[in-house]
């Protein structure tokens, strides 16, 4: 899976059999956060959604950057997968 930054747009995009599936986000002060989960229904893939959110979160981590997580989607998805809890910043808690 391909993930694009589009920093004009504010957004992470893979496309999908023609399809753009995307996660909007704002940054500030070396955090990133992931405000709307974008995926149309036709994209029907077990198990896309939650391989597009580690791809994102992947591509923030190397950045060295932190994470917070606006969007229900995302923060549910850090709440199952606590190896990402290090990437919040001090004093958020999920």
Known sequence: MEINDNS????????????????????????????????????????????????????IQEQNLRVVPTSPHIAGFLRKNRQYKEMLPVGIRI
Do not use: C, M, W
């Open 8 to 59: 004009f747009l504010r957004q992470f995009e893979v496309k999908v059999d023609g399809h753009l599936a995307k996660i909007e986000y704002s940054s500030q002060e070396r955090k990133v956060f992931l405000t709307k989960l974008v995926i149309p229904e036709e994209i029907t893939q077990e198990g896309f959604k939650e391989t597009f959110i580690k791809g994102v979160l992947n591509h």
